[in-house]
């Protein structure tokens, strides 16, 4: 399953905005209706991601140092707690307060969901998880 951003309408004609899990769009677009609201846009977390990025050079700016620091501990807590990592992303993820930390997040659950390795996951946001903190990622995973 892939995390997807939408923009949808309720029936008072409010617009909300959120991410869901979907395997594709259209299966996006098929919850989205069956909880009342009417989709307006459905597109991929990691692909909003990347075309804000390049809209803007103040959205290319990292995360804090804090952010980052908040992320990883609660990240490593969970894990030690034998949770697994992507149970462990989608809770950190759900506990985010900006939207932009939240999306990313759920990308990089999709992408390990997918198969590929937290590193590679990490790997979709260059911006905002720099080259030393995917390669300490990676040795974590490598050395288990």
């Not at 997040?105 to 905002?128: D, I, Q």
């Amino acid at each position: 399953m892939a995390a997807f951003e939408f923009q949808a309408l309720d029936s008072q004609g409010k617009k909300n905005k959120g991410v869901l899990e979907a395997d594709n769009a259209r299966h996006a677009r098929q919850i989205l209706r069956e909880r009342k609201l009417t989709p307006l846009a459905v597109e991929l977390a990691s692909q909003q991601e990347k075309r804000l990025a390049t809209q803007s050079v103040w959205l290319r700016r990292r995360i804090s140092a804090a952010e980052l620091a908040l992320i990883t501990r609660q990240l490593a807590t969970l894990v030690e707690a034998a949770l697994p990592i992507e149970s462990a992303i989608l809770a950190v993820a759900e506990q985010c307060e900006k939207p932009r930390l939240k999306n990313m997040l759920m990308a990089v659950r999709s992408k390990v969901v997918e198969g590929y390795s937290l590193a590679e996951g990490l790997a979709e946001f260059p911006h905002v998880f720099d080259h030393l903190f995917r390669s300490m990622v990676a040795a974590g995973e490598k050395a288990g």
